[in-house]
């Protein structure tokens, strides 16, 4: 199976503040790669897929980058509402695994 | 609007079974492969099993194979769960989710989830 460790577990952030989150992969998932939001009590929101793209009806101060085996979700300028946990995915081969999430909570 | 909507869940005994279903509206259901997530309390995402549009390609994860089957309807744009041999580590919140392609893309869509808990 292939591994995703994101880093880091949680951070302390403020609104207005840039916040980057890494997910690594154990081997290369080329491009195939996706980001994942959760608020409590919800199920998960797609915000990113193909590593870089953004879904439809996503705010754009949300951006995904990398390849191969390192990627990075980053939120220029946190609002209130983005104050969740984060999940990156890999589906370029089965089982589809997930890294343990992020939670970004407020400071 | 795309929506999903799971049902099925509840408190079970170990070594019991339950079959959770996904209803399924807004999309040509033929056209995505669909999978099942599910979520232990205060846990992380765990990809239960996944099944192509046309049910050629069934994974399982390692943790339910040989317990758990996935399968899907057509004709009712459903898609299934049967669980066996439960196990008090079964106990998750399980969502069903669609994928953006046939059979390898991310999930665009999910239900609200359906609870199972495996006590005795």
């Known amino acids: 199976a292939i591994w995703m460790t994101q880093s880091p577990s949680s951070l302390s952030a403020s609104t207005g503040d840039r916040v980057t989150i890494t997910c690594r992969a154990s081997?290369?998932?080329?491009?195939?790669l996706a980001w994942y939001q959760q608020k409590p009590g919800k199920a998960p929101k797609l915000l990113i897929y193909?590593?870089?793209t953004l879904q439809s009806g996503v705010p754009s101060n949300f951006s995904g980058s990398g390849s191969g085996t390192d990627f990075t979700l980053t939120i220029s300028c946190l609002q209130s509402e983005d104050f969740a946990t984060y999940y990156c995915?890999?589906?370029?081969?089965?089982?589809?695994?997930f890294g343990q999430g992020t939670k970004v909570e407020i400071k | 609007e795309v929506q999903l909507v799971e049902s099925g869940g509840g408190l079970v005994q170990p070594g019991r079974s339950l079959r959770l279903s996904c209803a399924t509206s807004g999309f040509i259901f033929d056209d995505y492969a669909m999978h099942w997530v599910r979520q232990a309390p205060g846990k992380g995402l765990e990809w239960v099993s996944g099944i192509s549009w046309n049910s050629g390609i069934i994974v399982y994860a390692d943790s339910v194979k040989g317990r758990f089957t996935i399968s899907r309807d057509s004709a009712k744009n459903s898609l299934y769960l049967q669980m066996n041999s439960l196990r008090p580590d079964d106990t998750a919140l399980y969502y069903c989710a669609k994928d953006m392609q046939y059979s390898k893309g991310a999930f665009d869509v999910w239900g609200q989830g359906t609870m199972v808990t495996v006590s005795s």
């Open positions: 995915q890999q589906y370029y081969d089965y089982p589809r695994t």
């Open positions: 081997q290369g998932i080329s491009n195939y």
């Open positions: 193909a590593a870089s």
